[in-house]
């Protein structure tokens, strides 16, 4: 369907496909431990804005240690929610 829709971008639609799960997946896992990982009980969800949310101090000394997380400082995660009932293990 993808190559008939844009015929000369040589794209195939499985890899780009699995290779977005794989992203939204570690992105998720990286929020999921934010919020429910030991000793992380100073992070918070903002509903509103749909973002980890925490103190400059928190996030500056978890950053210094987790490097991967500081694309997830500033960033909105609609998708939490029905990512979790995915993937969150029993």
Known sequence: MLEKVLPH??????????????????????????????????????????????KDAIWNLYISIHKEAGQCRHCSFPYYDQLTSIYVKD
């Not at 780009?16 to 999921?32: C, G």
Request: proline share 2%; hydrophobic share 40%.
């Open 9 to 54: 971008a040589m794209l195939k639609a499985k890899p780009n496909l699995e290779s977005r799960i794989r992203t939204l997946k570690m992105d998720w896992a990286t929020v999921y431990d934010l919020l429910n990982g030991k000793d992380n009980s100073s992070f918070g969800w903002d509903e509103h804005r749909q973002m980890v949310v925490a």
